[in-house]
């Protein structure tokens, strides 16, 4: 892509985020927070966290499943789609990420909705199914590139007919010749389009570089 095309493509998000995203304290200490405590700015944007809060919004959840946490930038905009008895359930590797998510997450009002696991998701969505869980309404992926695959797998199981399947970052580098980014994310994405019970889109996101988010409903 040329400088020009990414300043443009800049110039949009931000014109989109002035006109739809006003500043909020609780999403605006979070971000500041996440920076001050030295973890990775790989949250989603301002605009892409308001577009899944209204995607989530439309299918009145009332029980949120979360893969990668980080800070909980995204995960306080998934739990504003709640209702007050709401659930939100977050998976998250590092402790210390958990932590300023806890945080942020409490400064947001949402810590009576919101519990943060802490552990490899894997692990944590195989114990989840074994303990019973019920089925979430709305599933975001956005953890380890290379895990998506099976992701989706255990969020199939953790699913109902009407559950929307949310995804993060599925256009990175998909493309490029010879194959650049994650296989991980090449294969769920083919995945996700073949399965016989999900309809899907892959809709591109505009950031610094090309990317995108994988919108899917469970038939
Ligand atoms: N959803 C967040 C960004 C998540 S970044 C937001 O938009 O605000 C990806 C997160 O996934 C990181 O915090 C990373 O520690 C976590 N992660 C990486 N591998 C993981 C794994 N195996 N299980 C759970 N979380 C993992
Ligand atoms: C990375 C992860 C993300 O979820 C993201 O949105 C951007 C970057 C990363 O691991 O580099
Ligand atoms: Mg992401």
Not at 2 to 12: I, K, M
Not at 86 to 93: F, K, M, P, S
Not at 179 to 184: I, K, Q, R
Request: proline share 6%.
């Amino acid at each position: 892509m040329t400088t020009s095309s990414e300043d443009s493509w800049a110039a949009l998000d931000r014109y989109i985020s002035d006109l739809c995203v006003p500043p909020d304290a609780a999403l605006d200490a979070a971000l500041r927070d996440a920076q001050a405590g030295g973890l990775p700015e790989i949250n989603v944007s301002p605009n892409e966290g308001k577009l899944i809060y209204l995607l989530a919004r439309l299918v009145n959840p009332r029980r949120i499943l979360e893969i990668g946490t980080l800070g909980g930038y995204s995960t306080i905009w998934l739990a504003r789609s709640l209702p007050a008895d709401g659930r939100l359930i977050t998976l998250e590797l590092e402790e210390k990420h958990a932590a300023v998510a806890r945080r942020n997450l409490a400064r947001a009002g949402l810590a009576g909705q919101v519990e943060v696991r802490v552990g490899p998701a894997l692990s944590t969505l195989q114990a989840m199914i074994q303990a019973g869980a019920a089925a979430f309404d709305v599933i975001f992926i956005d953890a380890d590139k290379d895990g998506y695959p099976a992701y989706l797998d255990w969020s199939l199981k953790l699913a109902h007919p009407g559950t929307l399947i949310l995804a993060d970052n599925v256009l990175r580098r998909v493309t490029e010749s010879p194959s650049g980014g994650s296989d991980g994310i090449r294969e769920f994405n083919r995945k996700l389009a073949a399965h016989p019970a999900l309809e899907c889109i892959l809709v591109p996101i505009l950031r610094g570089q090309p990317d995108g988010i994988a919108i899917a409903r469970v038939k």
